[in-house]
């Protein structure tokens, strides 16, 4: 059973425009969520995260919004720029005080920004 | 500036080949993570380990096997590489205060 869902596997979105990945999850013992963004041929980097007890972070041009109790999250990217282009995955795991186990992730999304 | 690095982009191996991929991190990190990658699957956790000589499975452990005798390496072995191994293998490490993972740039492993 997939404990992390991206039920978009593409989105389209013009330039300038605000581009919005949303992420599901299963599993209410997640307490940590993270967005990583990956171009072909590379690593996934790390973009953004967000702990359980918030509901809301920023760092520039994205932001990760979490609801618990629909146990949804989302990415916002305004404005959408060419170079975001990618495909991004949503990821949550528990932390346990011996160290993390790993990280589950969703299937990700393809974004396109187009000109 | 962090970094993790893997020992090959590319790899082609025949069926029924023992395959190593080896992993190196810089960041004195304890947590070290191996993924694979396949389309339309995402991220997949095959083994994990937070500690020298400590391993642990993760979702899909079944025909690898992991090693971890110094703090920095993570190794993932194939025992007798399958065509179904095909894939892109990703590594990982984690920083304990953020939970940021750090990926290497990935190795692209083909059976035939």
């Not at chain 1, 425009?17 to 790390?46: H, Q, V």
């Not at chain 1, 990618?86 to 949550?92: L, Q, R, S, W």
């Not at chain 2, 025949?14 to 304890?30: A, I, N, P, S």
């Not at chain 2, 994990?48 to 000589?53: C, E, T």
Request: overall charge neutral.
């Amino acid at each position: 059973d997939q404990q992390v869902k991206q039920n978009s596997p593409s989105l389209s979105v013009q330039e300038g425009r605000i581009s919005i990945l949303n992420c599901d999850y299963t599993n209410s013992m997640f307490d940590y969520f993270l967005w990583y963004k990956k171009y072909p041929a590379e690593g996934p980097t790390f973009l953004i995260s967000i702990s359980s007890i918030k509901d809301k972070n920023e760092d520039g041009r994205f932001t990760v919004f979490l609801n618990k109790s629909a146990k949804h999250l989302s990415l916002h990217i305004v404005p959408s720029q060419p170079g975001d282009s990618a495909v991004y995955f949503c990821a949550a795991m528990v932390y346990s005080g011996g160290g993390a186990d790993g990280l589950t992730f969703g299937k990700g999304t393809h974004l396109i920004i187009q000109p | 500036d962090v970094k993790v690095t893997q020992s090959s982009r590319y790899l082609v191996k025949r069926t029924g080949e023992k395959v190593f991929l080896e992993c190196v991190q810089d960041m004195d990190h304890e947590n070290m993570f191996w993924y694979r990658q396949d389309p339309g699957l995402g991220l997949r956790l095959i083994y994990f380990s937070y500690d020298v000589k400590m391993k642990e499975k993760g979702d899909i452990p079944e025909g690898y096997s992991v090693s971890r005798e110094k703090k920095e390496r993570f190794s993932l072995i194939l025992e007798s590489a399958s065509t179904n191994q095909t894939s892109m293998y990703l590594c990982a490490s984690l920083q304990l205060n953020s939970y940021e993972q750090y990926f290497g740039p990935g190795t692209r492993l083909t059976v035939t």
